[in-house]
């Protein structure tokens, strides 16, 4: 059975970078949608960002301007660049894929920002 594998994840310091990347362990075909989510303790998973298979990118006003989503399609890879981090993006990372017949999730990998 294909896994999403999300990785990338850790502690950073407040206004540093990750780069967080989730690939898939088989092939996938028909992406609707590929995004991001996260989900801090006591809180609901929110989505991050998001890509379709046109390209066109979404994000949560929490993170415009500094968070970037990107897809390699050769790789069947998409990832999520942090800039500008934040205490307040500490949370379980997670990333979806949507085709018309199911949708996958990644195991989540967790992003901690503090001094």
């Known amino acids: 059975q294909v896994r999403l594998v999300d990785s990338g994840g850790g502690l950073v310091q407040p206004g540093g970078s990750l780069r967080l990347s989730c690939a898939a362990s088989?092939?996938?075909?028909?992406?609707?949608?590929m995004g991001w989510y996260r989900q801090a303790p006591g809180k609901q998973r929110e989505l991050v960002a998001g890509?379709?298979?046109?390209?066109?990118?979404n994000y949560a006003n929490s993170v415009k301007g500094r968070f970037t989503i990107s897809r390699d399609n050769a790789k069947n890879t998409v990832y999520l660049q942090m800039n500008s981090l934040k205490p307040e993006d500490t949370a379980v990372y997670y990333c979806?894929?949507?085709?018309?017949?199911?949708?996958?999730w990644g195991q989540g990998t967790q992003v901690t920002v503090s001094s």
């Open positions: 979806k894929w949507v085709t018309p017949r199911t949708e996958y």
């Open positions: 088989g092939s996938i075909f028909s992406i609707l949608f």
């Open positions: 890509i379709t298979s046109g390209n066109s990118t």
